[in-house]
C-alpha cells in the first residue's frame, strides 16, 4: 500500500506542476476572447479544402457538392446527450421554417458528428460492464436504471465544470481542470479494481 502511495505521488506531483505552470502562462478570459474573435474573423472568405464525409445513407458526400449556395454547418460531439440533442432539434425546425420562407434549394444545411477515441472505448466498456452487473432475467429493467445512476454525475457535474473554468468564477485553466478530473477518476478505478474478481465472476455467471 505504501508503494502505491509513493507512486502515484510521484506521478501525481510532477503532473500537478505541469497543469500549475500551464495555467500561469495561460492568457486571461478576456485575451482569449479576443484571439478567439480575431481567429474567426481572419477566416471569412477562405476557401475551405474539399472534405469527404459520409451521409445520413451511407453515400460519400463532399464539400464541393455543396458550392454555389449559401451552407450551415452544424458540429455535434456526439456523446453529447443533452445540449447537442436539443441544439439539433431546433436547427431542424429552423431549417424547415427557412426553407419555406427561402426555397427547398435556397441553403444547404451540413451537420457533422464527431467523436474522441479515448470516449467510443470507455463508452464500450462501460456498456460491458453495465450488462455483467444486469441478470438476464430483467436486463432491461437493470440496465435503465444502472444507466440512469451513472448519468447522475455527468448531468449535476457538468454545470459545475463550466463554473469552474469560466474566469468570471473559479477561472481554472484547461490543464489544471482536466488534472483535478483525473484525480477525481482514481476513486473509481481503484474501486473497480478492487471488485474486479467480483464483477468477472457476475460476468462467467450471465
Same mark, same amino acid.
Given at each position: 500500500?505504501? /508503494?502505491r502511495?509513493?507512486v502515484?505521488?510521484?506521478?501525481?506531483?510532477?503532473?500537478? %506542476?505541469?497543469?500549475?505552470?500551464?495555467?500561469?502562462?495561460?492568457?486571461?478570459?478576456? *485575451?482569449?476572447?479576443?484571439?478567439? %474573435?480575431?481567429?474567426?474573423?481572419?477566416?471569412?472568405?477562405?476557401?475551405?479544402?474539399d472534405?469527404?464525409?459520409?451521409?445520413?445513407?451511407?453515400?460519400?458526400?463532399?464539400?464541393?457538392?455543396?458550392?454555389?449556395?449559401? /451552407?450551415v454547418?452544424?458540429?455535434?460531439?456526439?456523446? $453529447?446527450?443533452?445540449? $447537442?440533442?436539443?441544439?439539433?432539434?431546433?436547427?431542424?425546425?429552423?431549417?424547415?421554417i427557412?426553407? *419555406?420562407?427561402?426555397?427547398?434549394?435556397?441553403?444547404?444545411?451540413?451537420?457533422? +458528428?464527431?467523436?474522441? /477515441?479515448?470516449?467510443g472505448? +470507455?463508452?464500450?466498456?462501460?456498456?460491458? %460492464?453495465?450488462?455483467?452487473l444486469?441478470?438476464r432475467?430483467?436486463?432491461?429493467?437493470?440496465?435503465?436504471?444502472?444507466?440512469?445512476?451513472?448519468?447522475?454525475?455527468?448531468?449535476?457535474?457538468?454545470?459545475?465544470?463550466?463554473?469552474?473554468?469560466?474566469?468570471?468564477?473559479?477561472?481554472l +485553466?484547461?490543464p489544471?481542470?482536466?488534472?483535478?478530473?483525473?484525480?477525481?477518476? %482514481?476513486?473509481?478505478l481503484?474501486?473497480?479494481?478492487?471488485?474486479?474478481?467480483?464483477?468477472?465472476?457476475?460476468?462467467?455467471?450471465?
Open positions: 500500500m505504501k /508503494l502511495v509513493r502515484l505521488c510521484g506521478v501525481a506531483l510532477p503532473l500537478l %506542476l505541469v497543469a500549475s505552470a500551464a495555467q500561469a502562462t495561460q492568457p486571461a478570459g478576456n *485575451e482569449v476572447d479576443a484571439a478567439a %474573435l480575431r481567429a474567426s474573423q481572419a477566416a471569412v472568405g477562405r476557401r475551405t479544402g472534405h469527404a464525409f459520409i451521409d445520413q445513407h451511407g453515400q460519400p458526400l463532399r464539400l464541393a457538392d455543396l458550392r454555389g449556395r449559401p /451552407l454547418l452544424s458540429l455535434v460531439f456526439t456523446n $453529447c446527450v443533452s445540449v $447537442c440533442s436539443g441544439q439539433t432539434l431546433h436547427l431542424r425546425e429552423v431549417t424547415r427557412a426553407r *419555406e420562407a427561402l426555397g427547398a434549394r435556397s441553403f444547404a444545411v451540413l451537420t457533422v +458528428g464527431f467523436d474522441n /477515441l479515448a470516449g472505448m +470507455g463508452t464500450a466498456a462501460f456498456v460491458a %460492464l453495465l450488462m455483467a444486469c441478470d432475467r430483467f436486463t432491461a429493467t437493470q440496465y435503465a436504471l444502472l444507466s440512469a445512476l451513472a448519468a447522475i454525475g455527468r448531468v449535476y457535474v457538468g454545470p459545475a465544470a463550466g463554473y469552474a473554468t469560466d474566469p468570471r468564477y473559479l477561472g +485553466g484547461w489544471t481542470f482536466f488534472f483535478l478530473t483525473f484525480v477525481v477518476a %482514481l476513486p473509481g481503484l474501486l473497480l479494481g478492487w471488485k474486479r474478481r467480483t464483477i468477472e465472476a457476475l460476468d462467467r455467471r450471465t
